[in-house]
């Protein structure tokens, strides 16, 4: 009979270091929002990652994007955050001077923020 509780160190082992590869492939890749937070002063979190990345496929989309859009990109990723933290980061990010609050409640990065950016994406 297979001895399950024998097992389960090695499988615990394989999904930490599953979940280590992950997590440095996502650090990897979100490098450019890491500094432009450190310029700023700012802690990472998950939920300013998420919701710069959201202002950067708008941006990259050539457009400007307001909290409720912001919100529907994060819960089309199953990210259950609600409106409330959206616009508290928004706000935050504005307060810093990373990105805009446009007359028509829309958000933008800062000009800072892009060259802050474009220098580290690698690009």
Do not use: W
């Not at 009979?1 to 097992?7: L, P, V």
């Not at 160190?9 to 890749?29: L, Y």
């Not at 959201?54 to 859009?69: E, F, T, W």
């Not at 955050?81 to 001077?97: A, M, N, P, T």
């Amino acid at each position: 009979m297979y001895n399950h509780s024998a097992s389960a160190p090695h499988v615990r082992q394989f999904q930490t270091a599953a979940t280590q590869r992950a997590s440095e492939s996502d650090r990897g890749t979100n490098k450019h929002i890491r500094e432009l937070l450190r310029y700023y002063g700012l802690r990472t979190s998950l939920i300013r990652l998420k919701v710069i990345d959201a202002l950067l496929v708008a941006a990259r989309d050539g457009r400007s994007i307001n909290a409720s859009d912001v919100h529907a990109y994060l819960e089309s990723f199953a990210a259950e955050l609600s409106f409330i933290c959206v616009r508290e980061v928004l706000k935050r990010l504005c307060d810093e001077g990373v990105i805009l609050f446009q007359p028509d409640k829309r958000y933008i990065f800062t000009t800072e923020a892009c060259a802050i950016l474009e220098q580290h994406s690698g690009r």
